[in-house]
């Protein structure tokens, strides 16, 4: 294992445990590693404190490990047994009304660079990084060590999440099993996983505590799903006794997902109505209190902070649409998946975008990334997922 040595003082935030070494922080390597190669962190003074995957870029170490330990077949083991664990706990796994949640979430598991998602048998395995992208084999061997027969299919679903740069060449695919069904059970309700072309790892699961918030809103409402995706939150309301429910996204494969699971869950219900359609342009062009429910589930404004500003400005603009046109008495389901814009940020855009309509709101709830999503003390970067239940008179 190659050795990295920091520069005098820069161990203090390794000390507190967060698990990233910057590029800026190192002074130099025993010897040049190849990327995605583990590497031991070494201070100015030659003592140990780490373990992680190399990278080239800003984030340059993903910590494992702050105990001088292999990471082999047995280290991946060990961590999947504990997040698998956690999951029992929580009442996620082994719960026959729902078997879609997530079982590793990066930081929030110790695992920097990797999400795992199951769907009922299949395992969907997501690098955000090269050191788990070559790690992925014996990452694969210890998710069936540690599910046993509860897991029949793993795949592989990295095209689009490791650096380009790095010239990997990745593609997606099965590491376990194949011809897997695609459906899987959230809270009772059923669900197409397209895990082979969807965004993510083929679903949204981090929104399955806000769609069961928002059933319990539902009943006689009109409700519009914005940037439906898979119609998670429709689904939902048309459980919950929505009036009508009306999807809308600018993919017309999306809407065609969502008619899919509109359908498995409510054949031939003639309250769901789908669109595929700009969200600003329908949101522009529909009339003032045709829904007194609106969901608003937009896709990342902000991927970096070099775009956070541009991102505000969105989440105002989409907000005070909103405002304008949701009927009195209304509620409006508002959020942000963007990483770099924290709480206080989006609530200010929230707040703003309220001021611009000139109506009166209240904060009913306020949302966040659900317990299989945790977030590591020692890495609040790790909470991503901000949203906010307003009623609007």
């Known amino acids: ?15 507190r445990f967060h698990p990233w070494v910057f590029s800026g922080a190192i ?45 082999t077949v047995d280290f991946w083991k060990k961590r999947l047994q504990v ?6 706990r929580i009442g996620l796994a082994d719960n026959p009304q729902n078997n879609m949640f997530r079982l590793v979430h990066g930081e929030g598991d110790n695992l920097p ?3 795992v998602d199951i769907y009922g048998s299949t395992a969907v395995v997501q690098a955000h990084s090269v050191g788990m992208h070559l790690s992925r084999m014996q990452i694969a061997e210890a998710l069936k060590a540690v599910l046993g027969d509860a897991l029949c299919h793993i795949y592989y679903k990295s095209e689009t999440t490791l650096p380009f740069k790095a010239d990997l060449g990745p593609e997606n695919g099965f590491l376990l ?15 197409h996983i397209d895990w082979l ?38 689904v939902y309301a048309m459980r919950g006794g929505a009036q009508l429910v009306h999807s809308v996204d600018s993919s017309s494969k999306a809407i065609d997902l969502t008619d899919a699971n509109i359908a498995l869950n409510f054949p031939d219900d003639p309250r769901h109505e789908s669109f595929a359609e700009d969200a600003f342009r329908y949101l522009q062009q529909m009339e003032q209190g045709s829904y007194d429910l609106i969901v608003l589930d937009p896709p990342a404004f902000a991927k970096h902070k070099d775009a956070l500003r541009n991102a505000l ?11 304008e046109k949701i009927r009195s008495g209304g509620v409006l389901f508002t959020f942000s998946c963007s990483q770099a814009v924290n709480k206080d940020q ?17 904060i009913l709830h306020q949302l966040h990334q659900p317990a299989d999503h945790p977030i590591n003390i020692y890495h609040p970067e790790g909470e991503y997922l901000k949203g906010l239940v307003l009623y609007v008179e």
């Not at 373990?51 to 292999?70: C, K, M, N, Y």
Request: charged share 25%; aromatic share 12%.
């Open 1 to 15: 294992m190659i050795k990295l040595y920091l520069k005098r003082g820069k161990e203090e935030s390794l000390r």
């Open 346 to 362: 989006f609530r200010m855009a929230v707040f703003t975008a309220a001021a611009q309509s000139g109506r009166s709101v209240r």
């Open 197 to 234: 072309h969807g965004q993510k790892t083929g679903f949204f699961v981090d929104q399955r505590d806000n769609r069961s918030l928002l059933e319990r809103y539902a009943q006689g409402r009109s409700v519009l799903n914005m940037f439906c995706y898979t119609g998670g939150f429709s």
């Open 313 to 323: 400005k969105g989440y105002t603009r989409l907000n005070a649409r909103a405002f």
């Open 27 to 71: 002074h130099h390597f025993e010897s040049q590693p190849e990327e995605g190669d583990v590497v031991a962190v070494f201070s100015a003074d030659d003592e140990f404190i780490a373990v992680g995957h190399w990278q080239i870029g800003s984030i340059a170490v993903r910590v494992l490990s702050f105990v001088d330990e292999p990471i």
């Open 177 to 191: 099993g194949g011809d897997a069904d695609d459906v899987a059970t959230e809270n009772g309700l059923k669900f």
């Open 83 to 88: 997040a698998w664990d956690v999951r029992k």
């Open 113 to 115: 660079g990797l999400v």
